[in-house]
């Protein structure tokens, strides 16, 4: 390759941050942006002649851009949104379609973003998988219904990571490193390589292997003296406690038995590790500046308030075989693949304990003998999965007037999700002052309060179909259609004090649907370069089974409006959108831009019910997202490369729901209130970038890229748009004795903090040279120190503790690559 054509590749693939950018110098007499291949219809095209909004970002934009995780990456891909709850517990949303923050303990939850690995499921609702961006070919975004080819989960859009595959009769070595270092925290950093490796002319077998460490930044308030202590003789700080590890390797082994068979399996492990959440706490029952029984407590920025250890670990591992037999005119592919993850949640629960304990006992408790209400008491939340999945179709070969794909579906979930509650001497807290709850439990463990051991088993059938017939060379028609079929069994244990026992063996419950998912879309195009798209899709997400609330801790009024809510049905949208694909300039620009309207009927809303520390899932009957997204991208020349994203979306509720309450009177539910926004995702979001190379001596050449990426405000739930939610204390909240009574306060003592979370700008930078073989670089990402208020973290209402989750402070590093 040139040596001025080295200098507009890397240039190119580090101003774009989620598009169709590359470049190849060696067969063009200009700079042009080169095509990129997808497979977002299941069969590979070029990204410019898919029909509908797809975003593709490579290796190199991905490293380029900053983003070292999920998170960071969604901010440079427009359309797409991330509720961020900490490292392995990322929820996404597309064009702004979302019911709300999914919370631990609501397994029966599914996902409205389809995940995929290649062509593997992985999407859980909660616990998206935060699988290490590296070795990666790309990673594909598709916007709005695709439940048509990819099914349940699929209603708003589908993400897939696209891996690279083992290559036959090519040997090649590549690694990186980084090491970076985070105000206010510690030093992170990773080590990873891949490599690939023929066997004759028919084998080749790619191995990857990563390493990250994952720095702290936030600082912990802890309680000195003995654990549970009536009055804590003084408060410590523990530094940068969020800190984890990610590691893991995928194997992937390709055998071209003949020119027509080709078979690949694959195995994947990873462990994410954390000691820690990066939250920080705005309010805590424990630890506030308004107690007067103990010593005063002021938490400041990026800390929070805990008394034990907390941190999550994620065993993942995949396991799938792809096997591909051609047979001149079509290609039978089949894919099968199972999922095995265990996943444990540790959660400080001390301050939702103590809620629940000064409720009941108020100052029987306080201010003379508090140390029930300070017991130290850890929430584990455990997480079992087994998933297996296959998949069969066959796809008509080349280009065709019609091509076609037709295929089944089947799908088997086992899950078995747990919570318990262990506070040392509860029972006999519980013994001594008369709970009025009742005598402890028999069936449940000693010293657990609350105990909970859910066992669920899916089965999803399905049939799929595709067609496009190209009319003329200008006109095509593509029109699919999915029937689906699922049914799910849940069995349900609940003991302690806190819950509604459940007898020996558990509660059986169930649910099941059918339905049909159909596509059509409609291609003109105008000249060689620029096309015109219409669609009209339906996507799907599977209902499920609600938990019975904790009656005991219920007040009579949550008890009315949260106790009488059974199963949810499937949640159904109509995605209606026109769009524009095109290039211009010989190539050097291109420009897309898609205009969506979606329906949304039976939206599954998340609730907390309050008082009863549950959460109870709503259908909203009518919800509707309207907006625009646009992506441009320049090369004017050699040296600079110009980007620019950006989406506005307009997503609310267009009904309500309401309950009666006992003294007859109508109340909205939860914030579920006709006009409210749907939440986690923001009304705008947009990413620019700008590129600069200049080729140097002996085939390198330095480079130099400033990205930009600004998110705007959003919710974390309905219910945080209610009037005053933001208020705790005071003469205005009817509860102000409860909340923030503990501690004895003075009269009228009231917090304050904001319920929507605000906009915020990201800013990053990186520079270096660059070779064919190997890359060094400084980097500085979050230049301005940005302190984003990411979602609401927040136990038993408010009535515990409220916080937010963050990002990381900035961060300066440095990053080495060598590959042959």
């Given at each position: 390759?040139?040596?001025?054509?080295?200098?507009?590749v890397?240039a190119?693939?580090?101003?774009?941050?989620?598009g169709?950018?590359?470049?190849?110098?060696?067969?063009?007499?200009?700079?042009?942006?080169?095509?990129?291949?997808?497979?977002?219809?299941?069969?590979?095209?070029?990204?410019?002649d898919?029909?509908?909004?797809v975003?593709?970002?490579?290796?190199?934009?991905?490293?380029?851009?900053?983003?070292?995780?999920?998170?960071?990456?969604?901010?440079?891909?427009?359309?797409?949104?991330?509720?961020?709850l900490?490292?392995?517990?990322s929820?996404?949303?597309?064009?702004?379609?979302?019911?709300?923050?999914v919370i631990?303990?609501?397994?029966?939850?599914?996902?409205?973003?389809?995940?995929?690995l290649?062509?593997s499921?992985?999407?859980?609702?909660?616990?998206?998988?935060?699988?290490?961006?590296f070795?990666?070919?790309?990673?594909?975004?598709?916007r709005?219904?695709?439940?048509?080819?990819?099914?349940?989960?699929?209603?708003?859009?589908?993400v897939?990571?696209?891996?690279?595959?083992?290559?036959?009769?090519k040997?090649?070595?590549?690694?990186?490193?980084?090491?970076?270092d985070v105000?206010h925290?510690?030093?992170?950093g990773?080590?990873?390589?891949?490599?690939?490796l023929?066997?004759?002319?028919?084998?080749?077998?790619?191995?990857?292997?990563?390493?990250?460490?994952?720095?702290?930044?936030?600082?912990?308030?802890?309680?000195?003296?003995?654990?549970?202590?009536?009055?804590?003789?003084?408060?410590?700080?523990?530094?940068?406690?969020?800190?984890?590890?990610?590691?893991g390797?995928?194997?992937?082994?390709?055998?071209?038995?003949?020119?027509?068979?080709?078979?690949?399996p694959?195995?994947?492990?990873?462990?994410?590790?954390?000691?820690?959440?990066?939250?920080?706490?705005?309010?805590?029952?424990?630890?506030?500046?308004?107690?007067?029984?103990?010593?005063?407590?002021?938490?400041?920025?990026?800390?929070?308030?805990?008394?034990?250890?907390?941190?999550?670990?994620?065993?993942?591992?995949?396991?799938?075989?792809?096997?591909?037999?051609?047979?001149?005119?079509?290609?039978?592919?089949?894919?099968?693949?199972?999922?095995h993850?265990?996943?444990?949640?540790?959660?400080?629960?001390?301050?939702?304990?103590g809620?629940?304990?000064?409720?009941?006992?108020?100052?029987?408790?306080?201010?003379?003998?508090?140390?029930?209400?300070?017991?130290?008491?850890?929430?584990?939340?455990?997480?079992h999965?087994?998933?297996?999945?296959?998949?069969?179709?066959?796809?008509?070969?080349?280009?065709?007037?019609?091509?076609?794909?037709?295929?089944?579906?089947?799908?088997?979930?086992?899950?078995?999700y747990?919570?318990?509650?262990?506070?040392?001497?509860?029972?006999?807290?519980?013994a001594?002052?008369?709970?009025?709850?009742?005598?402890?439990?028999?069936?449940?463990?000693?010293?657990?309060?609350?105990?909970?051991?859910?066992s669920?088993?899916?089965?999803?059938?399905?049939?799929?179909?595709?067609?496009?017939?190209?009319?003329?060379?200008?006109?095509?028609?593509?029109a699919?259609?999915?029937?689906?079929k699922?049914?799910?069994?849940?069995?349900?244990?609940?003991?302690?004090?806190?819950?509604?026992?459940?007898?020996?063996?558990?509660?059986?419950a169930?649910?099941?649907?059918?339905g049909?998912?159909?596509?059509?879309?409609?291609?003109?195009?105008?000249?060689?370069d620029?096309?015109?798209?219409a669609?009209?899709?339906?996507?799907?997400?599977?209902?499920?089974?609600?938990d019975?609330?904790?009656?005991?801790?219920?007040s009579?009024?949550?008890?009315?409006?949260?106790?009488?809510?059974?199963?949810?049905?499937?949640?159904?949208d109509w995605?209606?959108?026109?769009?524009?694909?095109?290039?211009?300039?010989?190539?050097?620009?291109?420009?897309?831009?898609?205009?969506?309207?979606?329906?949304?009927?039976?939206?599954?809303?998340?609730?907390?019910?309050?008082?009863?520390?549950?959460?109870?899932v709503?259908?909203?009957?009518?919800?509707?997202?309207?907006?625009?997204?646009?992506?441009?991208?320049?090369?004017?020349?050699?040296?600079?490369?110009?980007?620019?994203?950006?989406?506005v979306?307009?997503?609310?509720?267009?009904?309500?729901?309401?309950?009666?309450?006992?003294?007859?009177?109508?109340?909205?539910?939860?914030?579920?209130?006709?006009?409210?926004r749907?939440?986690?995702?923001?009304?705008?979001?947009?990413?620019?970038?700008?590129?600069?190379?200049?080729p140097?001596?002996?085939?390198?050449?330095?480079?130099?890229?400033?990205?930009?990426q600004?998110?705007?405000?959003?919710?974390?739930?309905?219910?945080?748009?209610?009037?005053?939610?933001?208020?705790?204390?005071?003469?205005?909240?009817?509860?102000a004795?409860?909340?923030?009574?503990?501690?004895?306060?003075?009269?009228?003592?009231?917090?304050?903090?904001?319920?929507?979370?605000?906009?915020?700008?990201?800013?990053?930078?990186?520079?270096?040279?660059?070779?064919?073989?190997?890359?060094?670089?400084?980097?500085?990402?979050?230049?301005?120190?940005?302190?984003?208020?990411?979602?609401l973290?927040?136990?038993?209402?408010?009535?515990?503790?409220?916080?937010?989750?963050?990002?990381?402070?900035?961060?300066?590093?440095?990053y080495?690559?060598?590959?042959?």
């Amino acid at each position: 390759m040139k040596k001025n054509s080295v200098g507009w590749v890397l240039a190119l693939s580090l101003a774009v941050p989620a598009g169709v950018l590359a470049a190849d110098a060696a067969t063009q007499q200009e700079p042009q942006l080169q095509e990129v291949v997808v497979t977002a219809q299941k069969r590979a095209a070029n990204l410019q002649d898919v029909p509908f909004s797809v975003s593709a970002t490579s290796q190199d934009q991905i490293r380029n851009a900053g983003a070292g995780n999920l998170v960071d990456l969604a901010r440079n891909i427009v359309g797409l949104s991330i509720a961020d709850l900490g490292p392995g517990q990322s929820q996404m949303a597309i064009r702004g379609i979302s019911s709300g923050q999914v919370i631990r303990d609501q397994p029966g939850v599914k996902e409205q973003v389809g995940v995929y690995l290649d062509e593997s499921p992985i999407s859980v609702a909660l616990f998206t998988p935060d699988i290490e961006l590296f070795d990666l070919d790309r990673f594909e975004v598709l916007r709005g219904p695709q439940g048509t080819l990819f099914g349940a989960g699929s209603e708003a859009g589908t993400v897939r990571y696209i891996t690279r595959q083992p290559q036959l009769g090519k040997t090649e070595v590549i690694g990186d490193a980084a090491i970076e270092d985070v105000a206010h925290g510690d030093v992170g950093g990773y080590l990873r390589s891949a490599i690939n490796l023929p066997f004759g002319d028919q084998v080749a077998l790619r191995l990857t292997a990563w390493w990250h460490h994952l720095p702290g930044f936030i600082d912990a308030i802890t309680p000195m003296g003995p654990a549970g202590a009536d009055k804590p003789s003084g408060f410590g700080i523990q530094k940068a406690i969020n800190d984890g590890d990610r590691g893991g390797a995928r194997l992937a082994l390709l055998i071209k038995a003949n020119d027509a068979l080709t078979i690949t399996p694959r195995v994947m492990f990873q462990k994410l590790e954390t000691n820690g959440y990066p939250r920080v706490d705005l309010y805590n029952i424990l630890a506030n500046p308004a107690t007067t029984t103990q010593p005063a407590v002021t938490i400041g920025s990026l800390q929070q308030y805990r008394q034990q250890p907390d941190g999550l670990t994620d065993d993942f591992t995949l396991a799938d075989l792809k096997v591909d037999y051609d047979f001149g005119a079509a290609t039978l592919t089949s894919i099968s693949s199972f999922t095995h993850r265990n996943v444990q949640v540790l959660r400080d629960a001390t301050q939702l304990t103590g809620s629940v304990t000064f409720d009941v006992f108020g100052d029987v408790f306080t201010p003379n003998n508090p140390a029930g209400i300070r017991t130290n008491s850890p929430l584990f939340d455990r997480t079992h999965l087994n998933v297996l999945s296959q998949e069969l179709r066959v796809a008509s070969n080349g280009k065709q007037t019609i091509d076609w794909l037709v295929g089944a579906f089947f799908q088997h979930i086992g899950r078995r999700y747990g919570q318990d509650l262990p506070t040392p001497g509860y029972d006999a807290l519980n013994a001594s002052q008369g709970f009025p709850f009742g005598p402890n439990d028999p069936l449940g463990p000693v010293d657990t309060p609350f105990f909970s051991d859910l066992s669920y088993r899916l089965k999803q059938y399905a049939a799929f179909g595709e067609a496009t017939w190209h009319a003329t060379e200008q006109f095509a028609v593509t029109a699919g259609l999915r029937y689906y079929k699922f049914n799910e069994d849940r069995v349900l244990n609940f003991h302690g004090v806190f819950a509604a026992d459940t007898p020996a063996g558990g509660v059986p419950a169930s649910t099941d649907s059918n339905g049909v998912s159909p596509r059509l879309i409609l291609s003109y195009r105008a000249a060689d370069d620029v096309t015109f798209n219409a669609e009209a899709a339906r996507g799907f997400r599977l209902g499920g089974i609600n938990d019975p609330i904790n009656v005991p801790l219920c007040s009579p009024q949550d008890l009315q409006v949260f106790g009488h809510n059974g199963n949810w049905k499937d949640e159904k949208d109509w995605d209606y959108e026109l769009g524009m694909k095109s290039q211009w300039f010989n190539h050097r620009v291109t420009f897309n831009i898609t205009a969506f309207y979606t329906d949304i009927k039976d939206l599954q809303a998340t609730t907390t019910a309050g008082t009863c520390s549950s959460r109870i899932v709503f259908n909203v009957p009518k919800s509707r997202s309207t907006g625009v997204e646009a992506e441009l991208f320049a090369r004017p020349n050699e040296n600079w490369d110009f980007g620019l994203s950006a989406t506005v979306v307009d997503a609310k509720l267009t009904s309500s729901v309401v309950s009666t309450l006992p003294n007859g009177t109508q109340e909205v539910v939860g914030g579920l209130a006709d006009g409210n926004r749907l939440p986690t995702a923001p009304k705008t979001q947009a990413v620019g970038s700008i590129g600069y190379t200049l080729p140097l001596q002996n085939s390198a050449d330095f480079f130099a890229l400033a990205t930009v990426q600004y998110v705007g405000s959003s919710f974390s739930q309905f219910e945080n748009e209610q009037p005053g939610w933001g208020q705790i204390g005071g003469a205005g909240d009817p509860n102000a004795a409860r909340l923030i009574g503990y501690g004895a306060p003075p009269p009228g003592t009231q917090f304050n903090f904001n319920t929507e979370l605000p906009s915020y700008t990201l800013a990053n930078f990186r520079f270096g040279v660059k070779t064919d073989h190997w890359q060094v670089a400084a980097y500085v990402n979050n230049i301005a120190n940005k302190t984003a208020e990411l979602a609401l973290d927040y136990e038993r209402g408010r009535s515990a503790r409220v916080g937010y989750l963050t990002n990381q402070p900035r961060t300066y590093g440095l990053y080495g690559s060598y590959g042959f």
